[in-house]
């Protein structure tokens, strides 16, 4: 039982590229959430889901979009890294809402320069 | 939208000696207070959580009390040891389906 598991953990990317983060559980949980974390700042929520086929914008949603086309999985997209997007992102998953444990990834140190 | 203020930044203590973090958040309508404890280089992972009913829960060292008139909850750690060494990050969430509001965390520091 792996829990979330978190691919790639470390990456550099220049100005302008694209990549895609994955996250992938399996506790059968139906909600999924990506962070991303700065010195300083706490965890602010990017986007989440609450289930296979859904997602929506948490509190910093700019320049990243997601998709969850499997229920075990949610995907976080680049589409053109900036240097602000330079960050240590976290997956999470609740088995129901945001109210009960969430479980947390190792997280992906993504560099953008 | 909630927002939780995490104090203090970074607490040093002796070993042995007991911790105190304190949280305040801003929702009167939130009504889950869960504790995460990351070590360098890990996500974080729950310790402890209270909910909006209940004034102050234990779990062995660890303790967490709740002040829903004054929205403000705190986390207790006594006989603290070299292993509870960590950021603590204090979070607060309603019932609905996005995500928890994290305080900016306290680095606890345990001198031996």
């Known amino acids: 039982n792996a829990g979330v598991t978190q691919t790639p953990k470390f990456r550099v990317l220049k100005t302008g590229q694209s990549m895609t983060l994955l996250c992938a559980q399996d506790?059968?949980?139906?909600?999924m959430y990506w962070y991303r974390q700065d010195p300083g700042m706490g965890l602010r929520l990017i986007h989440y889901?609450?289930?296979?086929?859904?997602?929506a914008k948490g509190e910093v949603p700019d320049g990243y979009n997601v998709s969850r086309l499997k229920k075990q999985n949610f995907l976080l997209g680049l589409e053109s890294a900036a240097p602000s997007q330079t960050s240590v992102y976290f997956c999470a998953s609740t088995w129901n809402g945001r109210n009960t444990e969430a479980f947390f990834g190792q997280g992906t140190r993504l560099t953008v320069v | 939208g909630e927002n939780v203020e995490q104090h203090p930044s970074t607490l040093s203590v002796q070993e042995g000696d007991s911790a105190v973090i304190k949280c305040t958040y801003s929702d009167s309508a939130s009504n889950y207070f869960p504790w995460y404890k990351q070590e360098l280089g890990k996500g974080p992972q729950l310790i402890i959580d209270?909910?909006?009913?209940?004034g102050e829960k234990k779990d062995q060292r660890i303790a967490v009390t709740l002040n829903k008139t004054a929205k403000h909850f705190s986390l207790h750690i006594t006989e603290t040891q070299p292993e509870d060494s960590a950021v603590y990050f204090c979070a607060a969430a309603g019932g609905g389906a996005d995500g928890l509001t994290f305080g900016k965390g306290t680095h606890l520091i345990i001198q031996p």
């Open positions: 209270i909910r909006s009913n209940v």
């Open positions: 889901s609450v289930g296979e086929g859904t997602t």
């Open positions: 506790m059968n949980h139906e909600y």
